[in-house]
């Protein structure tokens, strides 16, 4: 069973802080994983993806993962976040052989001036 | 680049109606999703397309039925809408999965509200 948990459905800090969304996940076998973001009121966009080799992925706007394959997690981190990322994001994970790709229930980000 | 357009943007039916969501995409994707959205419970798949007239079930498969007559179109039936529910429906599909930065494009959704 496919099952990925982001266990904080907020998250509040402040502009110019350093952020950690929490992404952890169950799969039996090799697999991709991802980060989408969404601000309200509009569609998801993709962050970034874990594919194969270097467990740190860089992303768009400063975003970067860091996958971990003995702690199952998928950690989305920010060095310094501004107000234009607060969204709500999504950890998403699918099988190398699967198509099925499944979502986290999402963490709202809020970052406060 | 390419788009996904799901119709209609606003779906308002009763309770016990057939209700039919639409999307297309022209980025020439295999790939198609169909995804429902529910505030605190995240994005659940409800049913999935790897190639035209292929249909997979997801996890929420139960009162939908979906259709992939066309390599660019989705189409996503409710079979029996069910009274004060409200949700919205996200399209999305992707190309090779096997490239690195290979992704879904989402659709910007179908809000649905039950009377």
């Known amino acids: 069973t496919q099952t990925v948990s982001q266990s904080d459905a907020h998250v509040t800090v402040f502009e110019g802080d350093s952020v950690e969304l929490r992404c952890n996940y169950s799969?039996?076998?090799?697999?991709?994983l991802s980060w989408y973001i969404q601000h309200h009121g509009r569609g998801l966009q993709f962050l970034l993806k874990y594919y194969s080799g270097n467990p740190v992925v860089q992303g768009v706007n400063g975003f970067e993962a860091e996958f971990s394959k003995s702690d199952s997690s998928f950690h989305l981190r920010k060095a310094s976040v501004h107000w234009s990322d607060s969204a709500v994001y999504f950890c998403?994970?699918?099988?190398?052989?699967?198509?099925?790709?499944?979502f986290g229930k999402g963490t709202h980000l809020h970052v406060l001036p | 680049g390419g788009i996904i357009t799901q119709t209609p943007k606003f779906l308002i039916g009763q309770e016990g109606q057939k209700l039919t969501l639409k999307c297309q995409q022209n980025?020439?994707?295999?790939?198609m999703y169909w995804y429902r959205q529910d505030s605190g419970k995240g994005l659940r798949l409800i049913y999935y397309s790897i190639t035209e007239n292929d249909l997979q079930k997801g996890d929420l498969s139960e009162g939908y039925d979906a259709s992939r007559e066309k390599k660019s179109s989705f189409s996503l039936t409710v079979t029996s809408a069910q009274k004060n529910e409200m949700a919205v429906f996200l399209c999305?599909?992707?190309?090779?999965?096997?490239?690195?930065?290979?992704?879904?494009?989402f659709g910007h959704g179908t809000k649905l509200s039950v009377l």
């Open positions: 999305a599909s992707s190309g090779d999965r096997g490239i690195s930065n290979e992704r879904l494009f």
């Open positions: 998403a994970v699918e099988g190398t052989n699967a198509y099925k790709v499944i």
């Open positions: 799969y039996g076998g090799s697999i991709y």
């Open positions: 980025f020439n994707h295999d790939t």
